[in-house]
C-alpha cells in the first residue's frame, strides 16, 4: 500500500499533499487552510487555548495558531489555496482513498477529483471583488517585486487600510500570509526539481535559507531539511486553478464571525 511508504509531496493548482510520518508539531499556524488525516490512528489537535480534541480528521483554518501530535503515526495533510474552505464533514475513509489514487497516478485528472469528489471542492471555490483579485494576482506571482501594502493599494487605486481590511475578509488571511505561501509553492517546486535549499531561498525571494527555513517551520510546523529527504517521492503537476473576480459584494462562501479558529471533523467517539 503506498500510503505506508517513504514519504510524498504533490503539488499542482495552489494545492499540496505532504504524506509522511509525524511525531510532535510545535506550535505553529498554516499559511493556507489544511486537511489533516491520520493514516495509522487518531492524531491530536490543540488550539491556541489549550484545548485538545482527537480526530481521524480534521479541517485546520489558515493562519490560526495550534499544535498537532500525531503519536509517531503516519498522516497525509492536504493544504488547499488560502481562503479556501469545505461546506461538508471530510469521510476520512474516502479522504484515504482518494489519496492513496492521487500518489498511485501521479496525473493532473486524479489530483483534480481528490478536490472535487473527496472534498466536493470545485475547480474555482473563492470568489472575491475585481480589486482583491487583482491584489491576489499580483501577491501569486513568484517575482521579488516589493509587496507592502502601500504599494499593492496604489496598484489598484484603493486605500491602504481597505485594501488590507477586505483582503484578509474575503481570502482569510493577510496579504503577507498569501504571499508567503505562493512563494512556498515555488519553492517546493525548485526543491523537488533538484535545487538546494540555498538556490531556493533566493529564486523564490526570501533573504536567505535561514529566512526561507523559518518560515517554512513557522507555516507547516516542520523544517524544510525533514521534508525534502532522500526518501521523498515528490511531484508536481500542471492544473491551475485561481481566484475568480466578481461583483464587489459577492463572495462564492458565506463565513461566521462567530466560528471556532479550528473547525474539526470526524472526531473519534
Not at 497525509?76 to 479522504?95: N, S, T
Not at 469528489?117 to 521579488?144: E, K, M, Q, Y
Not at 538546494?196 to 526570501?206: P, Y
Not at 524544510?224 to 486553478?241: E, Y
Amino acid at each position: 500500500m503506498i500510503l505506508q511508504m517513504r514519504s510524498h509531496l504533490l503539488l499542482g493548482g495552489g494545492r499540496a499533499l505532504y504524506v509522511g510520518r509525524f511525531h510532535v508539531l510545535p506550535r505553529h499556524r498554516f499559511a493556507a487552510n489544511a486537511v489533516l488525516v491520520g493514516l495509522d490512528d487518531a492524531f491530536d489537535v490543540v488550539d491556541d487555548e489549550g484545548r485538545v480534541e482527537q480526530h481521524e480528521a480534521a479541517f485546520v483554518r489558515g493562519w490560526q495558531w495550534h499544535s498537532l501530535d500525531f503519536h509517531g503515526g503516519r498522516a497525509a495533510v492536504l493544504f488547499l489555496e488560502p481562503g479556501v474552505g469545505l461546506r461538508h464533514r471530510v469521510d476520512a475513509g474516502v479522504v484515504r482513498g482518494a489519496i492513496e489514487t492521487a500518489l498511485v497516478a501521479r496525473q493532473p485528472e486524479p489530483w483534480t477529483e481528490l478536490f472535487q469528489n473527496a472534498l466536493n471542492l470545485g475547480p474555482c471555490p473563492l470568489t472575491v471583488d475585481t480589486r482583491i483579485a487583482r491584489v491576489a494576482a499580483f501577491l501569486s506571482t513568484p517575482d521579488g517585486e516589493p509587496a507592502d501594502a502601500v504599494r499593492v493599494a496604489r496598484r489598484v487605486g484603493a486605500s491602504t487600510s481597505l485594501v488590507e481590511h477586505r483582503f484578509r475578509d474575503q481570502v482569510g488571511v493577510p496579504m503577507g500570509a498569501f504571499r508567503a505561501w505562493h512563494r512556498m509553492q515555488a519553492a517546493t517546486a525548485l526543491a523537488l526539481g533538484g535545487r538546494s535549499l540555498t538556490e531556493v531561498a533566493h529564486t523564490a525571494g526570501f533573504y536567505d535559507s535561514a529566512h526561507f527555513s523559518r518560515l517554512f517551520r513557522g507555516m507547516f510546523g516542520l523544517p524544510p531539511s525533514k521534508v525534502f529527504t532522500q526518501g521523498l517521492m515528490g511531484t508536481v503537476l500542471d492544473a491551475r486553478q485561481g481566484v475568480a473576480p466578481s461583483d464587489s459584494r459577492s463572495r462564492a462562501m458565506s463565513r461566521d464571525g462567530g466560528a471556532p479558529n479550528i473547525l474539526l471533523y470526524s472526531r473519534l467517539n
